[in-house]
């Protein structure tokens, strides 16, 4: 504001001095005006216990175990899934990888960001889920972010759960849609919704004729680590006309008997599925992400796909790891099974926490820890689910809150603490992380 009245006040200087009807200024005024303007700081006052701003030091490499703030800790935090982290072969291939190409492009794809790994990514993950064609982007967040608004344009309609991550809400914004949310996983909330759309595109059938319908879900929600009911919204889909975008950044790799994802699961012709999205940095234990659908759907976004258009291309290296833990995937299918027990035998045991309260799918590699006896103050809960994590860490099981841009998000998200399962865990492992959690969360609690 400060900033806005000194370019007003010296206009009006200007303007005075081409003989406007406004009295002059004297040069002394004048002087004045400029020389007591104190501007605005460039970042206003910041919190300094922000809890975005908590740094928790890691010293070692990131896997199974971690070293954060000087203590060794099993690590529940990493959505490091299929624990390809840890995996030597796959580092060996991108460390080859990195030999050959150097560390980046330094362009995008469009000029001298292109090289044969990425083409031979984008070729393996179309055949991986048998469908024509996959675009690759440098940045998971971007990936879905720049795929939505690449199809949805100002005037379009998309129904969104209410409980999407925030990639997916900046690609809503960047869209300039009507953006219609239905409660989360409520199947006839969402109907209800396209029935009464139905009745206005009656009263208006021109209108009606050019407007486009989106709908958009996870495949396993980052906010809730709950599975989306795929074939209710399917079946919705083909009654009201729908485009369907899913994305799949936790449930690919984690989902199916071949690691597939949510469709897998449900066992549900991903040809039903307009686009499907993923980041990479879950299961793959790589950055970047993937679109994946029809020849029309990938090549559209090479020419709309601000993320993909002006980013530098992902790193060879971490391509390659790419594509080393997509030869992983189809050598080892049996890591998928193993991941989903343990996600299951990890929600067994924590079902039992006595001051928290655990949400989540049973086969979702993301769960959720909530204050068993909910507060009316969310910076409360916040700060105390932050002392619990603290006094894990400190006694050796690394689990973090999770991080939301609460002014930002589309509705406030409850604080938690978020859990990553990894397949590596054994049972003794998850068993004794119960135990240290439940002795810290009684005492903190």
């Not at 002394?28 to 006052?45: A, T």
């Not at 790589?286 to 559209?300: D, N, P, Q, R």
């Not at 926490?353 to 590699?365: E, I, M, Q, V, Y």
Request: charge should be negative.
């Amino acid at each position: 504001m400060a900033v806005i009245q000194l370019f007003n006040e010296i206009g009006t200087i200007f303007r005075n001095r081409g003989g406007g009807r406004r009295r002059r200024f004297t040069k002394e005024e004048e002087d004045s005006i400029i020389e007591n303007y104190e501007p605005e700081p460039l970042v206003g006052e910041t919190d300094p216990n922000h809890p975005l701003l908590r740094t928790r030091v890691v010293t070692s490499k990131v896997g199974k175990r971690i070293n954060v703030d000087g203590h060794d800790c099993l690590n529940l935090g990493s959505h490091n899934y299929l624990g390809l982290l840890e995996d030597q072969d796959i580092l060996e291939e991108a460390c080859k990888s990195l030999r050959k190409y150097g560390v980046g492009s330094c362009g995008p794809r469009g000029f001298y960001g292109t090289m044969d790994v990425h083409l031979e990514l984008e070729e393996r993950i179309a055949k991986f889920m048998d469908l024509e064609e996959a675009i690759v982007y440098s940045y998971g967040f971007s990936t879905v972010a720049s795929a939505i608004p690449a199809y949805a344009k100002r005037g379009d309609i998309i129904f969104v759960d209410e409980a999407v991550n925030f990639s997916i809400q900046k690609g809503l914004d960047a869209s300039r849609s009507t953006i219609v949310y239905f409660k989360h996983n409520d199947v006839k909330d969402l109907e209800r919704l396209l029935v009464e759309q139905e009745k206005r595109d009656l009263k208006n059938p021109k209108k009606a004729l050019k407007t486009r319908r989106f709908l958009v879900a996870e495949g396993i929600y980052m906010n809730t680590g709950e599975i989306c009911p795929l074939p209710e919204l399917v079946a919705l889909r083909k009654q009201y006309k729908l485009r369907i975008f899913v994305d799949e950044s936790i449930s690919f790799g984690t989902l199916g008997k071949g690691g597939r994802g949510v469709t897998e699961h449900f066992n549900i012709d991903r040809n039903e599925i307009d686009l499907i999205s993923a980041g990479m940095e879950g299961s793959m234990a790589t950055i970047g992400g993937f679109c994946v659908g029809s020849h029309f759907i990938a090549e559209h976004q090479r020419l709309s796909g601000l993320g993909y258009i002006f980013s530098a291309s992902l790193p060879p290296m971490l391509t390659q790891a790419a594509i080393s833990a997509l030869d992983r995937f189809e050598r080892e299918p049996q890591i998928f099974e193993q991941l989903q027990t343990n996600a299951w035998l990890l929600h067994k045991i924590f079902s039992h926490f006595s001051k928290l309260r655990l949400c989540g799918d049973k086969l979702s590699p993301v769960k959720h820890l909530y204050l068993a006896l909910p507060l009316e103050n969310n910076d409360a809960e916040r700060k105390l689910l932050t002392e619990v994590a603290d006094k894990c860490i400190a006694r050796g099981v690394a689990v973090v809150e999770a991080a939301y841009l609460q002014d930002r998000e589309h509705k406030p998200v409850r604080p938690s603490i978020r859990i990553a399962v990894n397949r590596l865990l054994e049972e003794s492992e998850i068993a004794a992380a119960f135990e240290i959690i439940e002795s810290v969360s009684s005492a903190v609690l």
